[in-house]
């Protein structure tokens, strides 16, 4: 029997002198922060293509624009001679009303970037090189959940500090203008806070759970549009007892009435002011909504697969 000799390209072995790496070893804050600050940079489109930035860059746009325009009404009533204070007055943009004219453009967002940054690595399946180093499952879930909620704040408190800068400048003395808008300051930070918080928290821990990006962002906007709608129907049909529970499983009823107690204004929604629940009610319902939404998030990456 005769054998076939097999050739082939042969092979070549090289000394490089591999060595450990025996550099500075920054440990795990530094990977948590790493992941915090690459999770906040992804919800602004920032390090990604051109097509990742259009939605944050235009609502961003939009949540500063009625800031722009108030500030022009105020440049309008400083200079006006005789009727300057019922021109600013009739103002519809003020701090106590900014939160209702943005919080749609809040909510898109959360649901617009919050499934991209949850879910991505879910469905790329690049989970167990995080979990594999230092990095903990907690320190995941609370960098993700951090980076959401600081764009967040970010697109909340940019248009009211833009809003505050404005008011002041144009005032005729800039001193006094000063010491009149100050006392706003820690108002629109109060909801500030808790709308980015609440609205972060919850949307982490449905895109968390869902890695699937349509399907989240679905579950993200009716979230804040459907709670509302049963809320009113269940005042109108049942009764205003319970209505009164049910409004606190509802994020955007809670939030606009912590924005009521803080700015001691009357709610946007009419079941809200209906219901007349002390303020300290939402703003407790916030904060409960904000810890437990967390922990479950925590909860599914300490249980999750990988």
């Not at 940079?41 to 097509?51: H, I």
Request: charged share 10%; net charge positive.
């Amino acid at each position: 029997m005769s054998q076939v000799g097999v050739s082939g390209p042969g092979g070549n072995i090289y000394d490089l002198g591999y060595q450990s790496y025996d550099g500075p070893r920054l440990g795990r804050r530094a990977a948590l922060m790493a992941l915090f600050w690459s999770a906040l940079r992804a919800c602004y489109g920032l390090g990604r293509g051109g097509r990742a930035k259009i939605v944050p860059i235009t609502l961003g746009i939009l949540a500063i624009l009625p800031a722009v325009l108030a500030v022009g009404i105020s440049a309008l009533a400083a200079q006006a001679p005789g009727g300057g204070q019922v021109l600013e007055d009739a103002s519809p943009v003020r701090f106590s009303t900014y939160h209702g004219l943005i919080v749609i453009l809040v909510m898109l967002f959360a649901a617009a970037q919050g499934p991209e940054l949850f879910g991505r690595d879910q469905r790329y399946g690049v989970l167990p090189l995080y979990f594999s180093r230092v990095l903990t499952r907690i320190d995941y879930a609370l960098a993700k959940t951090g980076g959401l909620w600081v764009a967040l704040l970010l697109l909340i408190l940019v248009p009211q500090v833009l809003l505050l800068g404005g008011r002041i400048f144009v005032a005729p003395d800039p001193v006094t203008g000063l010491q009149k808008e100050l006392g706003s300051v820690p108002q629109f930070v109060a909801q500030a806070l808790l709308t980015a918080g609440l609205l972060g928290a919850l949307t982490a821990l449905i895109a968390s759970n869902t890695p699937r990006r349509a399907y989240a962002t679905a579950i993200v906007i009716a979230l804040f549009i459907i709670p509302p709608i049963i809320v009113a129907l269940v005042g109108n049909l049942v009764g205003q007892d319970a209505a009164r529970i049910l409004v606190l499983f509802s994020p955007g009823d809670i939030l606009d009435g912590t924005n009521a107690w803080i700015y001691g204004a009357i709610p946007d929604s009419e079941v809200v002011a209906a219901l007349d629940l002390p303020g300290l009610v939402y703003v407790a319902a916030a904060v409960i909504g904000i810890v437990g939404a967390t922990a479950l998030t925590i909860r599914r990456y300490l249980t999750i697969r990988t």
